[in-house]
């Protein structure tokens, strides 16, 4: 069973930058280079929207329009940990940010929520204006 705990969030104000990790357990460094990765964000009645996702097995990577270029998903197998760096960060970027898993040996990247069967309890970000 993969377990996910997400740290870093934190109130900061526009223009300013935060890094997000999750780190995971209940699984091996080899099991971990296979689990495909996600970052989602839900705002205040708002439906959780994926941010950037990572495939297993590989570097390859997604981002929302809303981020491209000001997000950065990564990973450190020796940690077995993934980071969502995010720079330039708007008060449109505020919300509870998700880390989610699954396993993946093919190198795909997963785009939905219910793709994902693994959940962390989430991190508040918050951007003032």
């Known amino acids: 069973q993969v377990q996910l705990v997400e740290s870093g969030g934190g109130l900061v104000q526009a223009g300013d930058s935060l890094r997000l990790s999750c780190a995971t357990s209940?699984?091996?460094?080899?099991?971990?280079?296979?689990?495909?990765m996600g970052w989602f964000r839900q705002a205040p009645g708002k439906e959780r929207e994926l941010v950037a996702a990572l495939a297993g097995s590989g570097t390859n990577t997604y981002y929302t329009a809303a981020v491209k270029g000001r997000f950065t998903f990564s990973r450190d197998s020796a940690l077995n940990t993934v980071y969502l760096q995010m720079n330039s960060l708007k008060p449109e970027d505020t919300a509870v940010y998700y880390c989610?898993?699954?396993?993946?040996?093919?190198?795909?990247?997963?785009?939905?929520?219910?793709?994902?069967?693994?959940w962390g309890q989430g991190t508040q970000v918050t951007v003032s204006s």
């Open positions: 989610a898993a699954r396993e993946d040996f093919i190198g795909n990247l997963y785009y939905t929520r219910g793709q994902y069967p693994y």
């Open positions: 209940g699984t091996s460094r080899r099991t971990f280079i296979h689990l495909a």
